[in-house]
Nanobody
Framework: HVDIVEFGGGSAQPGGSLQLSCVTG???????RAWFRQAPGKEREGISC????????HYADSVKSRFTTFRDEGKNTVYLQMVSLKPEDTGVYFC???????????????????WGQGTQVTVSS
């Protein structure tokens, strides 16, 4: 189990930007870190994943070219930079990690054992 805390949620207008941070309790180069979001009444969906080692990234089609995930190893932190926000980006965003590669099924939440408490993102005019 890894302690995880997310920061940076809030409100934005369509077209606006937000950046989320995910701080883990003890960075481990073997861990992949993923961002998921859950909208009201919908299942939790994978948004992005950054692999251990080479830092390769994966994105859901719905956020590709608008969201960027990156990490700061010195701060035990992974980020999700979100630009050109849309109302459909609204939801609770969760950071998750596990001892694994992102792999082809990175978007499956059942593959991650450690989760943060989530942070709310609301996009509306």
């Amino acid at each position: 189990h890894v302690d995880i805390v997310e920061f940076g949620g809030g409100s934005a207008q369509p077209g606006g930007s937000l950046q989320l941070s995910c701080v883990t309790g003890g960075f481990n180069m073997e861990y992949a870190r993923a961002w998921f979001r859950q909208a009201p009444g919908k299942e939790r969906e994978g948004i992005s994943c950054i692999s251990n080692g080479d830092g390769a990234t994966h994105y859901a089609d719905s956020v590709k070219s608008r969201f960027t995930t990156f990490r700061d190893e010195g701060k035990n932190t992974v980020y999700l930079q979100m630009v050109s926000l849309k109302p459909e980006d609204t939801g609770v965003y969760f950071c998750a990690t596990d001892l694994r590669l992102c792999g082809s099924r990175w978007h499956d939440p059942s593959g991650f054992g450690s989760w943060g408490q989530g942070t709310q993102v609301t996009v509306s005019s």
